[in-house]
Each structure stands twice: as structure tokens, then as C-alpha cells.
């Protein structure tokens, strides 16, 4: 059975953190302290996670990542449709997130498009709702 549950502000997030850790090598920052996660469990085993916050007039996403071992089960696309859901719910007009060139195609399948030029670093790339 696939699960996704939210962790608003001052939540335990260590099930988000030990996948952030190792999908990108890194935990906790201070970005978490206004963040709205979600993880999603299989089975009961965290398996991915995202992150949603406010900021300049827009929301942003960050921090989607799945367990390798989980990946090519659409996973993924479950968590960036939890995230999308809950800007949506709090009426989002624009939705950012920074990606790395390669995934940038992930994303546009679901109406983002990138800002600026394509370049070998992370691209911010934006859904207007």
C-alpha cells in the first residue's frame, strides 16, 4: 500500500530527513523551519519525499527525491502531485522549483517550463496555475 503524509511546521522529520540524506546527501537546514514535507511511505518504509514553501510572491518546491531502489514506480510523480495539490489548495498562481538539467524533462510533463536558458547547472522552472 502507497501513503503520502504531510509534516507541516515543527514536525518530527526524521523519515524526510533520512531520505533527504541519502538522495542528496544532506539533512536538515534552515529551510525546514518553513516548510510544509511530505513523505510517502510503501508498505510502511519511507520511500520519498518533497518540500513546499512560501516565498516572493510564489511557492516553491524542493528536495524530490526517491530511494533508488523505488525508483520507476511513478513514485516521484505521486510526490510532486502531493506538493502540487496542497500549493493548489492554497490557491498558488505560480509554482518554482530549481532542478538540474536532467530532470527538467520529469517536470515539464506535468507544465512547467524552464526560466532562462538551459545551462549544465540547476534551472528554475515554473507551472502557472
Same mark, same amino acid.
Given at each position: ?42 508498505? @510502511?518504509?519511507?520511500?520519498?519525499? %518533497?518540500?513546499?514553501?512560501?516565498? !516572493?510572491? /510564489?511557492?516553491?518546491?524542493?528536495? *524530490?527525491?526517491? $530511494? ?36 527538467? @524533462?520529469?517536470?515539464?510533463?506535468? %507544465?512547467?517550463?524552464?526560466?532562462? !536558458?538551459? /545551462?549544465?547547472?540547476?534551472?528554475? *522552472?515554473?507551472? $502557472?496555475?
Amino acid at each position: 500500500m502507497i501513503q503520502g503524509k504531510w509534516l507541516p511546521q515543527g514536525s518530527d522529520l526524521s523519515d524526510a530527513l533520512a531520505i533527504r540524506t541519502r538522495v542528496f546527501g544532506r539533512s536538515r537546514d534552515t529551510l525546514d523551519d518553513e516548510s510544509w514535507n511530505t513523505v510517502v511511505y510503501q508498505d @510502511g518504509i519511507p520511500v520519498a519525499t %518533497g518540500r513546499l514553501w512560501w516565498r !516572493e510572491g /510564489a511557492f516553491h518546491l524542493g528536495d *524530490i527525491g526517491v $530511494l533508488p531502489e523505488y525508483r520507476g514506480r511513478r513514485i516521484g510523480d505521486l510526490t510532486l502531485r502531493l506538493l502540487l495539490f496542497k500549493a493548489q489548495s492554497h490557491y498558488a498562481r505560480e509554482v518554482r522549483l530549481l532542478c538540474p538539467p536532467a530532470l527538467s @524533462g520529469f517536470f515539464a510533463r506535468l %507544465g512547467f517550463r524552464e526560466d532562462g !536558458e538551459a /545551462a549544465p547547472t540547476p534551472v528554475i *522552472i515554473t507551472l $502557472l496555475t
